[in-house]
């Protein structure tokens, strides 16, 4: 079946340091695959997206994830976390060769910002 | 602000009950996702439905339907509401979804629905 994965629940770091947030996947074929963020009472914004081509792509907000076929990951990255950050974070995919576009969400990630 | 709006915001209704959940997509949107988001489950797709048909299901409970209107605006109905309905219910919106081209989805804020 169709997964997507985030191993970490909950992550705290301190303001200015860096961020990595894991995603792995489990579909037939690469799937496509985004990074939500939605904040306290807030709606899901989307950070990035990979289709295919460069396997490093950036986003909105400083934002990177890199996709890594040999390890089925797409893990996303800041370099520097700024207090606003703090939110929940879903990975998420959508098979690439289908017409629903249907989203399969990880469980997503807390992330605190320590000051 | 993502274009895709939803009503009402918030819900509060007792088990046994029937609701409606409405969502009016970004202008020119021909498809509308429901997805529903609970402590328990996360974040789970219920159903799609494009240009006025629907074209994906997921984990809908058969007490659940949804149906999308002429306008493009859809609603979700929930009826002989259980406790464990309570989550909150987000809208998207996308052009269209034509393998192998993919559209962004936006999501509406959500209707958060507590069932006492």
């Known amino acids: 079946a169709q997964s997507v994965t985030q191993p970490d629940i909950h992550i705290t770091v301190s303001e200015g340091a860096s961020l990595e947030l894991r995603c792995n996947y489990s579909y037939g074929a690469t799937p496509y695959l985004f990074w939500y963020v939605q904040s306290p009472g807030q709606g899901l914004q989307l950070l990035l997206k990979?289709?295919?081509?460069?396997?490093l792509v950036q986003g909105i907000k400083g934002f990177e994830a890199e996709f890594k076929r040999s390890q089925s990951s797409f893990n996303l990255r800041k370099p520097s976390v700024h207090w606003s950050d703090a939110a929940e974070y879903f990975c998420a995919a959508a098979e690439s060769s289908s017409n629903t576009g249907k989203l399969i969400f990880g469980q997503g990630t807390t992330l605190q910002v320590k000051p | 602000d993502s274009g895709v709006t939803q009503t009402p915001k918030h819900l509060i209704t007792a088990t046994g009950q029937r609701v409606t959940l409405r969502c009016s997509p970004r202008s020119g949107d021909l498809s509308v996702y429901w997805y529903q988001q609970s402590l328990d489950q996360g974040l789970q797709f219920l159903i799609q439905y494009y240009n006025g048909e629907e074209r994906a299901k997921g984990n809908i409970l058969e007490r659940f339907s949804a149906q999308q209107f002429p306008d493009l605006h859809s609603e979700l109905n929930l009826s002989s509401l259980e406790l464990g309905d309570s989550a909150l219910y987000f809208c998207?919106?996308?052009?269209?979804?034509?393998?192998?081209?993919?559209?962004?989805?936006?999501f509406g804020p959500g209707t958060r629905l507590t069932v006492l």
């Open positions: 998207a919106s996308s052009v269209v979804r034509e393998a192998p081209s993919y559209n962004e989805q936006f």
């Open positions: 990979y289709f295919s081509g460069d396997t």
